[in-house]
C-alpha cells in the first residue's frame, strides 16, 4: 500500500515561491507518475501537474509558467516549486500517485497560505 | 480544458435514500470519468474509474453509469458512513479536471 506525505513550510510570503515535497514509502517511487493537486478552501480540486521517475512533466497549462517539478528517487521523493505566488495561491496541496491521470493514491494534504 | 459541470452541488438526503449525482462534461470523453468522495479533512478516495467500475473494496451500493459527455454516480441505499462531498474527474486529456463538487448532507 502506497503512502504519501506531504512536507513543507505552511506560510508563504506573496511573490515567493512555495516548496513542497513529498515522501512516498510503501512501494516503489518507479512505479508511478506522481501528480500535486491543490483545493482552496470550501472549493473544488485542481492538478497541478505531475511527474514520472524519468524526470519527465506535464504541468497544468494555467499554472504551466509558475510550476517546476522534481523527483528525487534515491530520497523517495518528489517536490513541487510554485514561483510568484499570490493570495489565489492558498489552498490544501495533496501530492497524489497514479498510473496515469487516475489519482489511486493521496497524501494527507498540507494547508500552505500566502500571506505577508 | 474539458470543462465538467456537476449537479446538484448539495443535496439533503436521509438514510436508505438512493441518491442520484451527474456530471456532464463540455465534450465528449468516451468514459474517461471517475468518482472520487471526500470527507471533511481528509483526502479524496477514488470510488470508481471508467464511468462505472468500482475500484476495490468500494462498497457496491455505489454505481456509475454514462459515456461520452453525460455520467451519474448512484448511491443505492445511502449510509451514515456515505454522507461525504463527491467529485467526478476526467481524464480523457490534459489537464484532468473535476468538477465542482456535490456535498450530500444529512436531512
Known amino acids: 500500500q502506497v503512502q504519501l506525505q506531504e512536507s513543507g513550510p505552511g506560510l508563504v510570503k506573496p511573490s515567493e515561491t512555495l516548496s513542497l515535497t513529498c515522501t512516498v514509502s510503501?512501494?516503489?517511487?518507479?512505479?508511478?507518475?506522481w501528480s500535486w493537486i491543490r483545493q482552496p478552501a470550501g472549493k473544488g480540486l485542481e492538478w497541478i501537474g505531475r511527474?514520472?521517475?524519468?524526470?519527465?512533466?506535464n504541468y497544468n497549462p494555467s499554472l504551466k509558467s509558475r510550476v517546476t517539478m522534481s523527483v528525487d528517487t534515491s530520497k523517495n521523493q518528489f517536490s513541487l516549486k510554485l514561483s510568484s505566488v499570490t493570495a489565489a495561491d492558498t489552498a490544501v496541496y495533496y501530492c497524489?500517485?497514479?498510473?496515469?491521470?487516475?489519482?489511486?493514491?493521496w497524501g494527507q494534504g498540507t494547508l500552505v497560505t500566502v500571506s505577508s | 480544458a474539458i470543462r465538467i459541470t456537476q449537479s446538484p452541488s448539495s443535496l439533503s438526503a436521509s438514510t436508505g435514500d438512493r441518491v442520484t449525482i451527474t456530471c456532464r462534461a463540455s465534450q465528449g470523453i468516451s468514459s474517461y470519468l471517475a468518482w472520487y468522495q471526500q470527507k471533511p479533512g481528509k483526502a479524496p478516495k477514488l470510488l470508481i474509474y471508467?464511468?462505472?467500475t468500482l475500484q476495490s473494496g468500494v462498497p457496491s451500493r455505489f454505481s456509475g453509469s454514462g459515456s461520452g459527455t453525460d455520467f451519474t454516480l448512484t448511491i443505492s441505499c445511502l449510509q451514515s458512513e456515505d454522507f461525504a462531498t463527491y467529485y467526478c474527474q476526467q481524464y480523457y486529456s490534459y489537464p484532468p479536471t473535476f468538477g465542482q463538487g456535490t456535498k450530500v448532507e444529512i436531512k
Open positions: 471508467a464511468a462505472s
Open positions: 511527474i514520472y521517475t524519468s524526470g519527465s512533466t
Open positions: 510503501g512501494g516503489s517511487i518507479s512505479s508511478y507518475y
Open positions: 497524489a500517485a497514479s498510473a496515469g491521470t487516475l489519482f489511486d493514491y
